[in-house]
């Protein structure tokens, strides 16, 4: 599913009479949750699941091609668990 197909369901469920008021809120959306995960906080929607942000810690790999061992740095990276809900439903 595309932003535009998105667009347009959340358009069609919400009673929406333009897409671009869909589109804005969207948007929103996603700019509040980005700013909430950027700030190291924790965004949780009741029967959808968590967004939150874990700490990788450096490690070491290796490259397949030459066989050389690298290190990779430590880093912060986006997580979502489901809630139960949603694993209910996809079942």
């Known amino acids: 599913m595309t932003k535009a197909d998105l667009v ?3 358009a069609e469920k919400a009673g929406f009479d333009h897409k ?5 809120a969207l948007t929103a959306t996603v700019t509040v949750l980005r700013e909430a995960l950027v700030a190291g906080d ?3 929607l009741n029967g959808f ?5 874990v700490d ?5 790999c290796r490259n ?5 061992e690298m290190v990779v740095p430590a880093c912060r ?3 979502f668990i489901p809630g139960k809900q949603l694993k ?3 079942q």
């Open 56 to 60: 990788r810690a450096e490690r070491k």
């Open 77 to 79: 990276v986006p997580k």
């Open 88 to 90: 209910e439903a996809i």
């Open 49 to 53: 699941g968590t967004f939150k942000t």
């Open 8 to 10: 347009a369901k959340i």
């Open 42 to 44: 924790t965004v949780t």
């Open 20 to 24: 671009s008021d869909a589109e804005k």
């Open 64 to 68: 397949p091609r030459t066989k050389e």
